[in-house]
């Protein structure tokens, strides 16, 4: 059982290059989020989706968009980097039950030079 | 809008010593977890408060919970080394009913020193 899966686990990006950050969980969970974390920050949720198909914007969502098209499987695409997205990407998920915590992947390390 | 507030920011203590972890929130929830993360690592689901009163403990960490205060602490007995980490609280307000749209503190970075 693997959990949630993040590729790739380091990255180094250009200015305007543009990227997908993968995520994948096998538990079958409904809910998947996507959250940055900047140096001396918490986290903050950039985009979530509440099932395959529907998906909403957290706090930070410009520059980035999302797609859930299968319950599995929630990738991140940066549409054009910019240094300001150089951050660490953790994508989580979690069940439908209220007394379990979100899953986080080991995250995805992302440069933009 | 949401504010979490961790307090404090930073915290150095002794091997042995009792200390506790401060976290209020600005709006209305009553479901609030708790994380750890190691540098460079993941986060690590510690406790997961989800009632008024809700107290939760596992090994020399316990978590509490008051709604009406909109305050939750995490009450470290008898630090050891191997408690140093960052500890996250998280509060969802969202409508699912369960952790789906976490708001993060800024963490707390402890440090335990022989």
């Known amino acids: 059982n693997a959990g949630v899966t993040q590729t790739p686990k380091f990255q180094v990006l250009k200015t305007g290059q543009s990227m997908t950050l993968q995520c994948a969980q096998d538990?079958?969970?409904?809910?998947m989020s996507w959250y940055r974390q900047d140096p001396g920050m918490g986290l903050r949720l950039i985009h979530y989706?509440?099932?395959?198909?529907?998906?909403d914007q957290g706090e930070v969502p410009n520059g980035y968009n999302v797609s859930r098209s299968t319950t599995e499987d929630f990738p991140l695409r940066l549409l054009s980097a910019a240094p300001s997205q150089t951050s660490v990407y953790f994508c989580?998920?979690?069940?439908?039950?209220?007394?379990?915590?979100?899953?986080f992947g080991d995250g995805t390390r992302l440069s933009i030079l | 809008e949401l504010k979490v507030e961790q307090n404090p920011l930073f915290l150095s203590m002794q091997e042995g010593k009792n200390y506790t972890i401060y976290c209020n929130y600005s709006?209305?929830?009553?479901?609030l977890y708790w994380y750890r993360q190691d540098p460079g690592k993941s986060l690590e689901s510690l406790f997961v408060?989800?009632?008024?009163?809700a107290v939760k403990q596992e090994g020399r960490l316990m978590a509490s919970l008051d709604t009406k205060a909109r305050l939750s602490t995490l009450h470290i007995t008898a630090a050891v080394h191997d408690l140093s980490a960052t500890y996250f609280c998280?509060?969802?307000?969202?409508?699912?009913?369960?952790?789906?749209?976490?708001?993060f503190g800024t963490g707390t970075r402890l440090q335990v020193t022989l």
């Open positions: 989580a998920s979690s069940s439908q039950y209220s007394n379990q915590p979100q899953h």
């Open positions: 538990m079958n969970h409904e809910y």
């Open positions: 989706s509440v099932g395959a198909g529907i998906t």
């Open positions: 709006t209305t929830s009553d479901r």
């Open positions: 408060l989800l009632s008024n009163g």
């Open positions: 998280a509060v969802d307000i969202s409508d699912t009913g369960t952790a789906s749209k976490l708001t």
